[in-house]
Nanobody
Framework: QVQLVESGGGLVQAGGSLSLSCAAS????????MAWFRQAPGKEREFVAA????????YYADSVKGRFTISRDNAKNRVHLEMNNLKPEDTAGYYC?????????????????WGQGTEVTVSE
């Protein structure tokens, strides 16, 4: 398994940008599919974006497509989420997740390694 630590959250005005990063420990990071999920207050955790182990395939929730970009740097054991044109409805805790398989990239249940999360707040 890998240990995951997110960073980069904060407060931003609507229309602004933030870049989240997830640092992973472990020498097998390059063999894990990675994803970002988010959970807003009072709501269930939802899928945001995922990336294959090679970085060649990405997946996005419809609500963030065209605004968010997921990427990874296997040499540095990091996965990133670039968030542009942020909206108040993007306010949530953002969680990095990892899994050894690449099937069902949008399914929360498949990910068995999770970070502690980083908070993103988008003001009007």
């Amino acid at each position: 398994q890998v240990q995951l630590v997110e960073s980069g959250g904060g407060l931003v005005q609507a229309g602004g940008s933030l870049s989240l990063s997830c640092a992973a420990s472990g020498r097998t990071f390059g063999s894990y599919a990675m994803a970002w999920f988010r959970q807003a207050p009072g709501k269930e955790r939802e899928f945001v974006a995922a990336i294959s182990w090679s970085g060649g395939t990405t997946y996005y929730a419809d609500s963030v497509k065209g605004r968010f970009t997921i990427s990874r740097d296997n040499a540095k054991n990091r996965v990133h989420l670039e968030m542009n044109n942020l909206k108040p409805e993007d306010t949530a805790g953002y969680y990095c997740a990892a899994d050894g398989g690449e099937r069902h990239p949008r399914a929360e249940w498949k990910y068995d390694c999770w970070g502690q999360g980083t908070e993103v707040t988008v003001s009007e």
